[in-house]
């Protein structure tokens, strides 16, 4: 074992055994799986940052100078250069009794050596700890699992459907934005889209439009918008003109368009560069002239994207205090993790987040998962098995996200191979990511969530989580999967057969145990009696 490992890992372990607290109890103050804490104090593995080496320490009730010796010993065993000076003496003087003013000094270190930490990793020092907690509720609610939940947003105007199952389209970055749709005042261009239409009406599937991308001639001086096509993120000098687009829109589409989008990436002024009190009219206009032509289309208010920022809750945060909600169906988020690398299960820390602002507004939208963020295309390409392991775990998510609200989301995108995790490009097979977000549907056809939980609150290791569906012959259905790492569980009662992502099976056996990763994995059992 490398010399600076080992230093760290005796070090974390000697914290652990002084604080009394078991590899579970650390585990559940840490938040970090019990296994994981044992590959960390055992020298196996080394912490990927020096928060999660923190909370550990945190947990344990360190001190200030234990956390500086602490810093230096992941550098070591990271490979990083250990700079401080003040560091190398660390042991010696914890030997020394501490001074206030050198736990000032030491605290004040820290905190600096950790937000470089973060900021040279890219992380939001603001919001990082919040971004970074994996962990989620748990609850018991029995509701029917509509195959709607699993939608992808549709970026091809080619009019071709995905060749696997989905539960629902979004047209975005399709050949629909406002400024293709009506180029000229009063001049409408109606092909792609009644293409996009006319191919999902074929396929069965429910469609949602996304309004964008304001015209040239309808806000000349405002600031262009990130396309190819002139259009502008400014909303348009006359609202009026607003209004009478989305009439012609919903009257030409109606019992066709099951939801209409109001705008995209609303909170972002890349995309959308009026100020709020704007955007709230807007959606006012647009909710009467939907419902005037479709009663039964559904509104969603524009998309908030930007989440895990503290700017971007901001805007959220201020639409709803002018009631924006109160103007539409649903609410559209731009629910994702921070970067495609990361677990999807963070996306349950943000969700909690943006509940808590909605919840402090005293608004409780119906939530529709609309989208990612503009940088996400730029990001490095997912190896098979995560993604795999991700496309399937965004839907989970999703499921697990329902105690808040959120009734679907679209994985974005499906048409493009250029992003950190495909589908599917139109004219390609499915990815195998794709083929497995079809047999996640296929085991759940016709079933009904009954609970989703993680962890020691439903008595399982700390990094599985863990939903339970109901199926219409009564067989409990359960899926798990860790965040992080594998652990090894016991079986559900009465479980008669284990299923992978692959579509193979196995019998359960007396005295098996069920290995758990980051592929959920399916366990069907009959009903109690």
């Excluded at 890219?122 to 699992?145: H, K, M, N």
């Excluded at 479709?294 to 009631?323: H, I, N, Y």
Aim: hydrophobic share 40%.
């Amino acid at each position: 074992m490398p010399e600076g490992r080992g230093e760290l890992a005796a070090h974390l372990a000697a914290l652990k055994q002084r604080s009394g607290l078991s590899y579970a109890e650390l585990g559940r103050k840490s938040h970090i799986s019990s296994s994981t804490l044992h590959r960390y104090c055992s020298g196996a593995t080394v912490p990927p940052d020096y928060q999660t080496v923190v909370g550990i320490a945190a947990a344990c009730s360190a001190g200030d100078e234990e956390l500086v010796e602490l810093l230096a010993q992941w550098r070591a065993a990271t490979g990083q250069v250990v700079v401080p000076e003040i560091v190398q003496q660390a042991p010696e003087s914890r030997r020394r009794p501490r001074s206030r003013a050198f736990s000032a000094v030491a605290a004040g270190l820290v905190l600096v050596l950790v937000l470089a930490s973060l900021a040279a990793s890219g992380a939001d020092v603001g919001t990082a700890p919040a971004q970074q907690r994996v962990a989620g509720p748990s609850w018991q609610r029995e509701r029917p699992l509509a195959p709607s939940l699993f939608g992808v947003t549709a970026s091809s105007s080619s009019g071709v459907m995905p060749s696997f199952q989905v539960g629902g389209l979004r047209f975005w970055d399709s050949g629909t934005r406002w400024a293709r749709l009506q180029p000229q005042p009063g001049a409408y261009e109606w092909t792609v889209l009644d293409r996009l239409v006319a191919g999902a009406e074929k396929a069965g599937l429910p469609k949602t439009l996304v309004f964008g991308g304001t015209p040239a001639w309808a806000a000349p001086n405002g600031p262009k918008a990130p396309y190819g096509d002139g259009s502008r993120s400014a909303p348009p000098d006359d609202l009026a003109v607003w209004a009478r687009f989305v009439s012609a829109v919903a009257n030409r589409y109606k019992g066709r368009i099951d939801a209409y989008e109001v705008w995209v990436h609303a909170n972002d002024e890349r995309y959308f560069s009026g100020s709020t009190e704007t955007l709230v009219e807007m959606t006012k206009l647009a909710g009467r002239a939907v419902k005037d032509a479709d009663p039964r289309a559904d509104v969603v208010c524009p998309s908030m994207a930007r989440s895990w920022t503290d700017e971007g809750r901001a805007v959220l945060r201020r639409f709803a205090e002018l009631r924006g909600y109160d103007h539409c169906d649903v609410a559209g988020l731009n629910l994702h993790q921070r970067q495609a690398a990361d677990p999807p299960e963070t996306m349950v820390g943000l969700l909690r987040q943006i509940d808590g602002v909605l919840h402090d507004a005293g608004v409780h939208p119906r939530l529709w998962n609309t989208g990612v963020t503009y940088e996400y295309v730029r990001e490095e390409q997912l190896d098979e098995q995560r993604a795999v392991d991700y496309a399937t775990r965004f839907y989970l998510v999703a499921i697990y996200g329902s105690e808040f609200g959120l009734e679907r989301t679209y994985f974005y995108n499906w048409g493009s191979d250029r992003l950190p995790l495909a589908l599917q490009a139109v004219g390609s097979p499915p990815t195998r990511a794709a083929l497995a977000v079809e047999e996640l549907q296929r085991w759940l056809i016709r079933a009904t969530t009954r609970s989703c939980g993680q962890g020691l609150a439903i008595g399982l290791p700390a990094n599985v989580w863990q939903c339970q569906f109901t199926a219409d012959d009564g067989r409990l259905l359960t899926i798990r999967w860790t965040h992080e790492g594998t652990a090894t569980t016991s079986f559900p009662p009465n479980a008669e057969e284990v299923r992978g992502l692959d579509g193979t099976g196995r019998p359960v056996r007396v005295g098996d145990a069920l290995e758990v990763s980051g592929t959920p994995v399916l366990v069907v059992a009959q009903p109690k009696g």
